[in-house]
């Protein structure tokens, strides 16, 4: 059975940000809680709500597969890294990828698409 949780209409889009099937886990739309501040700030944020959801699936960051971060500008690129190399574990890092486009809202500067596993894939 799949599992949907935080099912919402975002600027008149249905969607779940939070899909699970057996093992697979699958958190779509995940952005800073506001859109105040430089990239630092909506990325630590982000990584932030990021961690609340794996929790709340029972899961922490070692169950992470792969990131895709979406950024409004590769400019951020260098200053998006020194905060996720300050969250990612140095020796089990997930898989990542990282593009740059338009973005939904003028102000959203980051935005992160995760597939994880349940138990870390055990």
Known sequence: ???RRHI???DGARRSQIVAQG???FFSGIHP???DGDIKDQMRSALTRLDALLAEM???QGSIFVVHVWLKDMRYFSAMNSVWNEWADAENPPARTC???DLY???LLVELIVTACRNGGE
Do not use: A, F, H, Q
Request: hydrophobic share 35%; aromatic share 4%.
């Open 8 to 10: 919402d209409t975002l």
């Open 23 to 25: 093992n697979w886990i």
């Open 99 to 101: 593009v740059s486009g």
């Open 1 to 3: 059975m799949i599992e």
């Open 58 to 60: 029972g899961e922490d």
């Open 33 to 35: 809680e506001t859109l």
């Open 105 to 107: 809202r003028e102000d």
